[in-house]
Each structure stands twice: as structure tokens, then as C-alpha cells.
């Protein structure tokens, strides 16, 4: 199986603070990487796949990156409606998830 | 649009069956994937299984032998069942489209199951 290694666990941050979100891939997935938000007392929504492109009425200041085995989620500017779950799901073999991260306003 | 909705008991007792449907508006079941993730108390999430199109499907291992999904294409709904369940098996369930076998891109609300006594 492959293994998700996410973290930060949990993050605490200021609006309009950059953050950044890590995914370790045990092995090679290729872009075939996923990024969901779970706000409170919702289901997960899709915000990026493929690594890198963005699902359709996510906004602009999320993006994502890939550096090997590693992906990264970025947020540029958080903003209070932001603040949620982070999971990363890997699409290359099965399909398995990252831990979590709960990301909080400082 | 596309939208899925759980249905199904919120509380079973151990070593009972746990039985969830789906019912999809907005699109054929008939096409695309459909899968069932579930997410534990502290977060963890794990996929369940899908049924595919054509009514195939595909079970996570460590599920293989408990679970089961099927579906009613006259009702654009599909089901979950899983045997035997363990307080272990306490979670929310999500149904989800699982977009041509990799990404989860529409979800229903969720429902929460607990196995107790």
C-alpha cells in the first residue's frame, strides 16, 4: 500500500499569513495527487488534483506543487473561510489518504 | 448538479450488519465511478470500495471480506453493507462520485454510524 505521510498535523495562523501543507508520498505517484478541504460539520470538498490544477470554483490563492515525492498545498493569503481539514489523497495505486490537517486561526 | 445523499441507521449493534444507500440527482449512475469512504473519530480516512459503470467493483483489502456494494439503476441508487462490524467500525460514512477512478469530486453529507451495544 502506499503510505500518505501528511503533516503538519495541526497549524495555528494569522489571516492573510502564507500556509503551507505537505504531503510525503511513500513511492512514486506521479501527479496523481489530490487536495480536499473538510469545513466544520461538512463533507470533503475537492480543491486541487493532479497536483497542480485547480477544481472548478476553488479560488485562485490555493495552488499546488509537486517536488518528487513530496506536495505541497499552498495557501497565499488565509482568510477565515479557510479554516477547516486539509487531507491529500493519493490516486496512483488504490486510493489512500493523508492524515489530516487542522489547520486553525491564530 | 450533481448530488448524493446517505441514508441509513445511526446506531448498530456489534457483530449486526450495517447497511447505508446512496441516492444520486443530477446524474447517472450508469456512468463514472461511485465510492464509499468512511472517516474515524481523530480524522483518519480510509476508502471503502466503488462500483463502477457497469456494476463492477472494487474493495479495499483490508474490507474484503465483510463488505459488499450493489446498486439500483432504476433508482440511480447504490448501497453499502458491511458485516460483522466492531465498534471499530464506528465512523462517518461518505458516498462519493469517484471521477473516472481517481478523485472524489462530488460527496454526500455524510452519515454518522456508531457500533454499540
Known amino acids: 500500500d502506499i503510505q500518505m505521510t501528511q503533516s503538519p498535523a495541526s497549524l495555528s495562523a494569522s489571516l492573510e499569513e502564507i500556509v503551507t501543507i505537505t504531503c510525503q508520498a511513500s513511492q512514486d505517484i506521479g501527479n496523481w495527487l489530490a487536495w480536499y478541504q473538510q469545513k466544520p460539520g461538512k463533507s470533503p470538498q475537492l480543491l486541487i488534483y493532479?497536483?497542480?490544477s485547480l477544481a472548478d470554483g476553488v479560488p485562485s490563492r490555493f495552488s499546488g506543487s509537486r517536488s518528487g515525492t513530496q506536495y505541497s498545498l499552498k495557501i497565499s493569503r488565509l482568510q477565515v473561510e479557510d479554516i477547516g481539514i486539509y487531507y491529500c489523497q493519493q490516486a496512483s495505486s488504490a486510493w489512500t489518504f493523508g492524515g489530516g490537517t487542522k489547520l486553525e486561526l491564530k | 448538479e450533481v448530488q448524493l445523499q446517505e441514508s441509513g441507521p445511526g446506531l448498530v449493534k456489534p457483530s449486526q450488519s450495517l447497511s447505508l444507500t446512496c441516492s444520486v440527482t443530477?446524474?447517472?449512475?450508469?456512468?463514472?465511478?461511485w465510492g464509499w469512504i468512511r472517516k474515524f473519530p481523530g480524522n483518519k480516512m480510509e476508502w471503502m470500495g466503488y462500483i463502477s459503470y457497469s456494476g463492477s467493483t472494487s474493495y479495499n483489502p483490508s474490507l474484503k471480506s465483510r463488505i459488499s456494494i450493489t446498486r439500483d439503476t432504476s433508482k440511480n441508487q447504490f448501497f453499502l453493507q458491511l458485516n460483522s462490524v466492531t465498534t471499530e467500525d464506528t465512523a462517518t460514512y461518505y458516498c462519493?462520485?469517484?471521477?473516472?477512478?481517481?478523485?472524489?469530486?462530488?460527496w454526500g453529507q455524510g452519515v454518522m454510524v456508531t457500533v454499540s451495544s
Open positions: 493532479g497536483a497542480t
Open positions: 462519493a462520485r469517484q471521477l473516472y477512478l481517481r478523485y472524489f469530486d462530488y
Open positions: 443530477g446524474y447517472s449512475i450508469t456512468s463514472n465511478y
